[in-house]
């Protein structure tokens, strides 16, 4: 019996579950209607709940499979293990904050240039540039023109 | 028949048919490329169909779901690298047979079975649909209720002995519906304040979040993997032999009608897709193989098999949701949220209620075969190529495509954070062996069961109707009996007890709502189930004692 990685998930999923428990107690009874909005998402959270000790039972008996050989040693291992991940989040997320600032147009284009130029390297930065203006360019054309759908302007840029 | 011609004339429409013809070409290029599934491709189809009259969008939808299933053959057989999960076993025949020097016989083989493969289950599913649906007229809302469970319990036993997590998995997607405003009564959950949840989750950037932004991100985990092209083969210099991949199939007649057959009943079941059906179908065409020798060396029937049952897999898949309203897979579960989407709930009136559009649908798998066949012959080099983008540029297109796609729908950034949400929650998922599929049917089922609970409990408040009721007992038992066969899986040729007894004990229970339905047929059924449990026990008990 080892405390492993599973045993770590089930453990957050059993507070997890526990967190919510106690947040459906914040839902609002109404005097109408035969079913408590809350009683649907309670029976969920009790069988999450339950599915998650199961796991944890599980988890101490079940010798851990190494399915994904992650380096633990040091935190730059780590980063490099998941550079390209973190770096996608991360360039997502800016892209998402800096949005209504760019709008879609530009927005789309500095994110696809960015991404591929940090996933491919600066080697084809030229190739990148007319990608990203090619890509972004043709959908936001297809989208506002084709499909008539109104993609946000920005503040900063005006389109 | 003026119905007929209505869907006909929706389809027909040339508007309809260019969007089709871009549908298969875009579902063969994304079929034939590995490591993207026919299910994120229908997924971004999605936002494109949104402002499209509903059979527009459907046909479309079909389009390239019909030309993906296909897609995955062409890599398969000419790089040995399977486009799709459904085309694994192609490979098994189909690459040494072009690596023998008959690449446009393999591909002819593969191309031909995949067209009988769909137009066999397009006429299943215009045959059992209908009548799916009479019989689902009988549901009432505990036994839609205990449909949606037994679907859920059915997709997560797939997950083999991951069963637990991919339980977790679907009442995770079943929870997530319930953040927000709840449809019944209006009251705000789980939002914490916030208008952001209060909104609720957009059910489609959830899926394409969870399913399609979490695979890029899987796919591009490798830093070295990510700069490589999917595929080194610098030209593709064949031309499909027709007539021989033709004469070849008229010859394995059997082989294409099992396999279609396998393919249709994976399909109906829910959770079980293509890519189990290709494997069964190879199985038991090597099985039913007088001489075997030749399957894994270049045999056509090993090519015949799983092209012909993955390409039956979607008229299964449709036929449960066209009639209960329930889908068979991945990719009919994004096909309800197409319906949705235009305000259409598919339910066992939908074909009497909806006629136009249930024949449109028809019709547009039909049609969408033969641009299959047109396109995939004119076409081959073009999807090839494609094979030859590095991967981190294709995986950015498709990203930045997701987005405006996904912003497309409620013209909200919201939407696109929740894209993002839901892609780290799908990726870390993966990492940790959580099924999404569950998760997936969780997510478009959730509403469907908690307005089922409220209707049902609305009616009679005593919870012990859903398992009074014949329909809804039957459900829950098939249900329970699904969650345990990944442990009668795992004793299987262990001589355990549940090993010789499972399969009576099902046939056993399910006799009792059989006869709780009544009626000469069901009656007749029941009685046939508990002889048959009856003799497999008696059988198995000698067994048994002389052990």
Request: net charge negative; charged share 20%; proline share 9%.
């Given at each position: 019996m080892s405390f492993n990685r599973d045993s770590l998930v089930a453990l957050c999923l059993i507070l997890a579950s526990g967190g919510l428990m106690l947040a459906s107690f914040e839902i609002r009874e109404p005097d109408?209607?035969?079913?408590?909005?809350a009683a649907w998402p309670r029976i969920i959270i009790i069988i999450i709940g339950g599915l998650s000790v199961i796991y944890l039972i599980q988890s101490f008996s079940t010798p851990q499979k190494d399915i994904s050989p992650v380096p633990k040693k040091t935190l730059k291992e780590f980063v490099l293990y998941w550079q390209n991940v973190i770096a996608v989040f991360s360039i997502f997320a800016l892209y998402l904050l800096v949005l209504p600032y760019l709008g879609m147009l530009v927005g789309n284009i500095l994110f696809s240039f960015v991404l591929l130029t940090v996933l491919g390297?600066?080697?084809a930065i030229l190739m990148h540039l007319v990608i990203a203006l090619g890509a972004s360019g043709g959908m936001w054309l297809l989208f506002t023109h084709v499909l008539e759908v109104f993609l946000p302007r920005g503040s900063l840029t005006g389109f | 028949m003026d119905i007929f011609l209505e869907a006909l004339l929706n389809i027909i429409d040339p508007v309809t048919l260019t969007y089709m013809v871009i549908g298969v070409g875009a579902g063969l290029m994304a079929g034939s490329?590995?490591?993207?599934t026919i299910a994120m491709a229908i997924v971004l189809t999605l936002p494109f169909t949104f402002s499209m009259p509903p059979a527009q969008g459907l046909a479309t939808m079909i389009s390239v779901l019909v030309g993906g299933l296909s897609g995955g053959l062409m890599s398969g057989i000419l790089?040995?690298?399977?486009?799709?999960?459904?085309?694994?076993?192609?490979?098994?025949d189909g690459f040494p047979m072009a690596r023998a020097g008959e690449p446009g016989l393999a591909l002819g083989i593969g191309v031909w079975s995949s067209f009988c493969g769909g137009i066999i289950s397009a006429i299943l599913l215009v045959l059992f649909a209908p009548q799916l649906a009479m019989v689902g007229l009988e549901f009432q809302p505990w036994d839609f209720f205990m449909l949606v469970m037994f679907a859920l319990t059915v997709t997560a036993s797939l997950a083999g002995e991951h069963l637990v997590k991919g339980l977790i998995a679907g009442a995770a997607g079943l929870f997530i519906r319930?953040?927000?405003?709840?449809?019944?009564?209006?009251v705000g959950r789980?939002?914490?304040?916030s208008d952001y949840l209060l909104t609720g989750f957009d059910f489609i950037a959830v899926l394409i979040g969870l399913f399609a932004f979490s695979q890029l991100l899987s796919d591009l985990r490798n830093p070295v993997t990510a700069r490589?092209?999917?595929?080194?083969?610098?030209q593709v210099k064949v031309k499909i032999e027709h007539r021989r991949a033709i004469g070849i199939l008229f010859r394995n007649w059997t082989v294409v009608i099992r396999s279609a057959l396998i393919g249709m009943f994976t399909g109906i079941l829910?959770?079980?897709g293509g890519s189990i059906a290709n494997i069964l179908a190879y199985d038991q065409a090597k099985k039913a193989a007088?001489?075997?020798?030749k399957f894994g060396k270049g045999d056509p029937r090993g090519i015949i098999a799983p092209e012909a049952s993955n390409n039956a897999v979607e008229g299964g898949a449709l036929t449960p949701l066209m009639?209960?309203?329930?889908?068979?897979d991945i990719t009919a579960a994004i096909m309800l949220g197409a319906l949705l989407m235009h305000d259409i709930v598919p339910g066992p009136t939908f074909i009497k209620d909806e006629p136009a559009l249930a024949y449109s649908i028809y019709i547009a798998f039909f049609l969408a075969s033969f641009i299959m066949i047109g396109m995939q012959s004119g076409v081959l080099r073009v999807f090839v190529l494609v094979?030859?983008?590095?991967t981190y540029i294709l995986a950015t297109v498709i990203l930045t495509f997701a987005t405006i796609g996904v912003f497309a729908?409620?013209?909200?950034?919201e939407d696109i954070w929740t894209l993002f949400f839901f892609g780290i929650l799908g990726f870390i998922m993966r990492q940790f062996g959580f099924p999404l599929a569950p998760m997936i049917l969780g997510v478009v089922l959730g509403n469907i069961a908690e307005l089922n609970l409220a209707r049902a409990l609305a009616i009679?408040?005593?919870?012990?109707l859903f398992f009074l009721r014949p329909w809804s007992l039957f459900f829950a038992i098939i249900a329970i009996f699904s969650m345990v066969f990944p442990i009668y899986q795992k004793h299987?040729?262990?001589?355990?007890l549940l090993e010789r007894f499972f399969s009576p004990l099902v046939l056993l229970s399910i006799s009792l709502p059989l006869f709780m339905m009544g009626g000469l047929l069901r009656t007749t059924l029941a009685f046939a189930a508990i002889a048959v449990s009856s003799f497999i026990m008696w059988q198995r008990f000698g067994k048994t004692k002389k052990g």
């Open positions: 109408y209607g035969v079913l408590s909005p390297g600066w080697n | 490329i590995p490591g993207f790089t040995g690298i399977p486009g799709t999960p459904s085309s694994v076993a192609t490979t098994f319930t953040v927000g405003e709840d449809d019944a009564v209006g789980f939002d914490f304040g490589n092209a999917l595929s080194d083969r610098k829910p959770g079980a007088k001489d075997d020798s009639a209960l309203g329930i889908p068979g094979t030859r983008i590095k729908l409620h013209n909200s950034i009679d408040s005593d919870p012990m299987r040729d262990t001589g355990s």
